[in-house]
């Protein structure tokens, strides 16, 4: 069987981690479970994006040098990654020694790939990205995004030569190859490159921007921060010696957002082409997040950090309602109100209650004794194929359906009837069907809220319940949420 490797984009360290990117977290996070528990060596990374301008600046404002400023940000994500049980087996900083070093090696063994030539432009340091005279024109001089001028650049720069892998790219998308998931971003990508692909700058003159990784020999040059932050998804694993690398590349899934489409749907598959590398298998493009319906943002003061959501419902409701609820292939909404009520609705009244009616029956009935269950007889078809393309919403409605259809099952065979006809064995047999159909669920579940399947599992995995368990779910005791509106 071979090897599954999943990566997250790496955020840039100019801010604390926002519930977009837990979301993209929690996704990759799903892939890896899934991956493992099917027995394949899994390998999943992520990490936080460090160098450039806008780092330095914030840095500046801060009072930091800029490695004090990215240690302090990136902490902040590392926070975050037990705080939503995410299983990474790498966090990958940009300012890692080893990631440095190789980024250098890979700009030499693209070397054939990259020219010397003057670039005369305007750059966005909010964006950390260049811009045509077109777009700088559109908006009268001014980013909308930051609210600044677009800086007038004439410099002497290096350029990778894009435009040559517009046609090998689009081949490899068009035959799938390189598969995009949804097809929508496939769509875009496409219109993207048969516009025709430019060489694109891929450093800065150290006198403008110093923090970066400096140009193999020419010190008076640092790479451009996005063409090296795309360099993460190889050097984590050791490129181009390390075993790793060997075992785990290409990756399976590559998890982004759909504004960085283009970095990772054209320059980087031609960065790897350069290399003489084999192309990611697969890229998910995840929508954006609002909350109540508007973009997130301090001055309408909406933001939610996603540490405020797990501390009221816990890691598994965050988990759960950003698969389920948040579309996996469009942009989606949160709002307290709606995850107040997926929590009551779904998790605690309908899988809730299941596991803890199911354990008071076998309780009350059987003196906890669960007898010889079943082997389930669902096939998981249509949520393995969900699964497969990244489609977490219906991967999670499949599981739903069971889920109903136990309660449903449970109302309708009415073991509290059959227990006064005193037919045993058929009691004993209806109730070990529903606790089979629970530990299908739980084990469906597992990838998706891992801790709430291991707490199924506890409940009925010895063949004997001891006491009534907790419930799953409770609904007391739980702070009200905040009104955000
Ligand atoms: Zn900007």
């Not at 001089?141 to 410099?155: D, M």
């Not at 692909?197 to 110093?210: F, Q, T, Y």
């Not at 399976?252 to 960065?271: E, T, Y």
């Not at 949520?383 to 069971?402: H, N, P």
């Amino acid at each position: 069987m071979s090897n599954f490797y999943v990566t997250t984009s790496i955020p840039y360290v100019n801010s604390e981690p926002h519930i977009g990117f837990a979301m993209e977290l929690v996704q990759a996070d799903v892939l890896a479970r899934y991956a493992r528990q099917q027995g394949i060596a899994t390998m999943f990374a992520t990490g936080t994006d460090e160098h450039g301008g806008k780092i330095a600046e914030k840095a500046a404002e801060a009072k930091l040098d800029p490695q004090q400023f990215a240690d302090r940000i990136s902490d902040s994500f590392k926070a975050i990654l037990p705080l939503l049980d995410i299983s990474n087996d790498r966090f990958v900083r940009t300012t890692d020694e080893g990631h440095e070093q190789r980024a250098g090696l890979i700009w030499k063994n693209l070397a054939e790939h990259i020219y010397k030539g003057n670039y005369t432009g305007w750059y966005c340091t909010g964006d950390e990205a260049f811009f045509s005279e077109k777009v700088v024109k559109e908006n009268n001089g001014i980013c909308p995004a930051h609210n600044r001028p677009y800086e007038k650049i004439q410099e002497e720069n290096y350029f990778f030569k894009l435009s040559a892998f517009g046609e090998p790219v689009k081949q490899a998308i068009e035959t799938g190859k390189l598969a995009i998931f949804p097809e929508t971003r496939k769509h875009e990508i496409l219109a993207v490159i048969d516009d025709g692909l430019e060489d694109i700058s891929v450093s800065r003159p150290k006198d403008k921007i110093a923090w970066g990784i400096p140009v193999p020999g020419d010190d008076s040059q640092v790479m451009y921060v996005w063409f090296e932050a795309l360099m993460n998804y190889i050097t984590v694993l050791g490129y181009p010696e390390a075993e790793d690398f060997k075992s785990f590349w290409p990756a399976n899934v590559q998890v982004i957002g759909k504004d960085i489409l283009r970095f990772h749907a054209a320059i980087w598959p031609a960065m790897l082409l350069g290399l003489g590398l084999p192309l990611p298998k697969a890229l998910y493009v995840h929508g954006f997040v609002t909350v109540d319906d508007q973009k997130m943002s301090k001055s309408i003061g909406n933001v939610v950090a996603p540490k405020d959501i797990v501390k009221k419902y816990g890691a598994d409701a965050f988990r759960y309602f950003f698969l389920r609820h948040i579309p996996s292939y469009g942009d989606g909404d949160f709002s307290w109100e709606r995850l107040e009520a997926a929590y009551n609705n779904e998790l605690a009244d309908q899988l809730g209650n299941a596991v803890s009616r199911t354990a008071a029956m076998i309780l009350r009935y059987q003196k906890g004794v669960i007898g010889s269950v079943p082997e389930p007889e669902h096939d998981m078809g249509r949520f393995e194929t969900a699964l497969g393309q990244c489609r977490f919403d219906k991967a999670l409605d499949e599981v739903w359906e069971q889920v109903k259809g136990l309660n449903q099952y449970i109302e309708e065979a009415k073991p509290w009837e059959i227990v006064k006809t005193g037919d045993e064995d058929h009691l004993r047999e209806v109730l070990a069907y529903t606790v089979g159909a629970l530990q299908q669920i739980s084990g469906l579940l597992k990838p998706f809220m891992p801790a709430i399947a291991e707490k199924i599992d506890k409940v009925f995995g010895s063949g004997v319940i001891k006491e009534q368990p907790a419930p799953l779910f409770p609904k007391a005791d739980r702070p009200k949420p905040p009104k955000t509106a």
